[in-house]
């Protein structure tokens, strides 16, 4: 071991009339772990929180949707078989969206309609039981033979609005409807529920409605046209590659857009707040920075003989830095490792026991979502290590800048 180490080390132990010393030293240490500890904790609710909610928006929404310069178009089946053997592409379904009203015997409600391929969604469509959608495809087979009404998936709280569940009858209007002698008709017709869906989001769970498509098409008068064509991949962070190879394929004047550009408003501000919160807190690292910065400052004044004696002897003021910054650093390892060790058990208490429940009128979750991400620890970590670094700096330039012949007669 170096001699600038072996005394940093020396001086971390404080002698009986330095205990004031030692004491800041100890709040030094204590504001770090603090710090640190509140950052890996936040963080990992924060990252809890984007995951979840990109979690339930994915298990509703396809990580690919395609579509058509001009509206709806024909020949989906075809299209929908080329995107399906494209390298990277996990499964397609075409869909049909349109702006419905849903009535009851108890109430009325505007929905989402969206047509589905009973077939094919369920690889898509994540939030859609595999029992309601056979229940969809048996029914609408029974349509055919005018045995039974088709039937209708229903979010749940959009089911709770019209007071139906399953089995129960509603009635779906929509605006496309045809000339009359009398005027201009709307189109109506009976859905039995076949099922309710429950994505954990009122958005999704209060307006979205799923149908048949060949059902869909009949209602609003599509022939054999479609929306556009629902695409969900293997890897959802290679979504944009797999788009713009989609879009070539295809070319003009079909389109696609990935789920990250559909809620890119929502995710970035999500990354905006997690930035904002790592700012925020990271300010208290820096208070117990200054503290480190005290705690050395006040040393160089202690120790001002010993400096001069080292000087003397003829240690470099290279060597007089690295002992102060050596004693500051480890202060800041101490106190990071600390955080971190305690940062971490928590994390995992609020993931075991989840003793923090969240209000459920105000949030879509019960409790509070932990996710601790490696990448997020190194980051956090590392700032305090360099905050550290910064605040040893000035007590160990001042140190070495110290005369040894004015710190002998005068110390």
């Not at 178009?73 to 075809?78: D, M």
């Amino acid at each position: 071991m170096s001699f600038e180490y072996l005394i940093g080390g020396r001086y971390l132990r404080a002698k009986q009339k330095e205990t004031f010393i030692s004491l800041i030293t100890f709040l030094s240490i204590a504001g770090v772990t603090v710090g640190v500890m509140a950052l890996i904790v936040v963080i990992a609710v924060m990252a809890g929180f984007e995951s979840d909610l990109k979690q339930r928006i994915l298990g509703v929404e396809s990580h690919i949707v395609v579509m058509r310069h001009g509206g709806s178009f024909s020949g989906y089946q075809k299209i929908t078989k080329q995107i399906d053997e494209m390298d990277g592409v996990k499964s397609a379904t075409p869909f049909i969206y349109s702006q419905v009203m849903l009535r009851s015997s108890t109430g009325v409600a505007g929905a989402v309609v969206r047509g589905i391929d009973p077939d094919s969604a369920g690889d898509v469509i994540k939030i859609l039981k595999k029992s309601a959608l056979q229940r969809l495809k048996q029914m609408d087979r029974q349509e055919t033979s005018k045995t039974l009404t088709p039937g209708i998936i229903l979010g749940k709280e959009l089911a709770g609005n019209l007071g139906v569940v399953e089995g129960d009858t509603v009635y779906l209007i929509s605006t496309r409807g045809m000339l009359s002698p009398i005027g201009y008709l709307p189109s109506m017709k009976r859905f039995e529920v076949a099922g309710i869906f429950v994505s954990g989001m009122y958005e999704y769970d209060g307006s979205l409605a799923y149908i048949d498509l060949k059902d869909a098409q009949k209602m609003l008068h599509m022939k054999d046209t479609v929306t556009g064509i629902e695409v969900r991949v293997h890897d959802i962070y290679d979504a944009g590659n797999i788009e713009n190879k989609i879009v070539s394929k295809l070319g003009f004047p079909f389109w696609a857009r990935d789920w990250m550009q559909m809620n890119h408003n929502l995710f970035s501000a999500l990354k905006l707040e997690k930035t904002v919160m790592f700012i925020i807190l990271a300010l208290i690292i820096l208070v117990a920075a200054f503290n480190i910065a005290s705690t050395l400052i006040m040393m160089v004044m202690g120790k001002t003989k010993d400096i001069a004696i080292l000087k003397a002897m003829g240690a470099m003021d290279s060597s007089i830095r690295k002992i102060f910054i050596f004693k500051g650093m480890i202060i800041g390892a101490v106190g990071t490792t600390l955080g971190v060790c305690l940062g971490f058990a928590l994390c995992k208490l609020l993931e075991k026991y989840k003793f923090i429940h969240l209000p459920g009128d105000v949030y879509y979750i019960s409790t509070l979502p932990v996710r601790l991400e490696a990448m997020d620890v190194i980051t956090i970590a590392s700032a305090a290590m360099i905050i550290c670094f910064f605040a040893t700096l000035y007590p160990a330039i001042k140190a070495s800048k110290l005369n040894p012949i004015e710190a002998i007669r005068y110390g």
